[in-house]
């Protein structure tokens, strides 16, 4: 047998004594106290965190039908045209064309000729395709080219081209009668 030696502090009368069948100490009532206050807290903190729940789905759904009907909103579909409104658009179209006819320029080109062997006898206008048709007479052949040349020169008129010609041999001096398409620029 081996020796025991005593260590300093502990001696060896002291007997250590375990009772595990004696009943407990109950814990203090203040903690019990604490321990429901918290469990009601937890309990009130997940109630309302479930309703903020509930609350942030229905503004996102909102918020989702408010950008569905901002997109519908900007791509709005035209109804298909009426022939009615289909035919009321080309009309306006039609006056609008008409109305940003150059006029003014237009007679000032093909009326400033400064040789005055061409007369003029009438302006034909097609707005849709920019153009213009000028019936004149001219002295003769030559001053019928040189009057094509002037407007084929013009700034504001291009493709002046002579569509038809005709020199009248029963009218004394033989005059040439003719016509000439020209497309203007458009500003």
């Not at 519908?72 to 039609?94: F, G, I, N, W, Y």
């Not at 940003?100 to 009438?122: C, K, M, N, R």
Request: one cysteine or more.
């Amino acid at each position: 047998m081996i020796p025991r030696i005593p260590r300093p502090g502990l001696e060896l009368s002291q007997r250590l004594d375990l009772d595990f069948s004696r009943r407990r100490a109950l814990p203090p009532m203040g903690g019990v106290i604490l321990l429901c206050v918290a469990a009601v807290l937890v309990l009130a903190s997940g109630v309302r965190l479930w309703h903020v729940h509930a609350v942030n789905e229905r503004e996102e759904a909102q918020l989702d039908a408010i950008r569905q009907q901002a997109i519908a909103s900007r791509h709005v579909v035209k109804a298909p045209l009426t022939p009615a409104a289909k035919l009321a658009e080309k009309q306006s179209q039609s006056v609008l064309r008409e109305l940003t006819v150059p006029w003014q320029d237009l007679f000032s080109i093909v009326e400033d000729y400064p040789d005055h062997d061409v007369a003029l006898i009438g302006i034909d206008q097609n707005p849709a395709q920019s153009q213009i048709r000028i019936t004149a007479e001219a002295k003769n052949f030559d001053a019928m080219i040189a009057y094509l040349k002037y407007l084929q020169g013009s700034v504001l008129l291009r493709e002046a081209v002579l569509n038809d010609h005709l020199i009248e041999t029963n009218v004394p001096g033989k005059p040439v009668r003719f016509q000439i398409t020209a497309v203007w620029r458009k500003s």
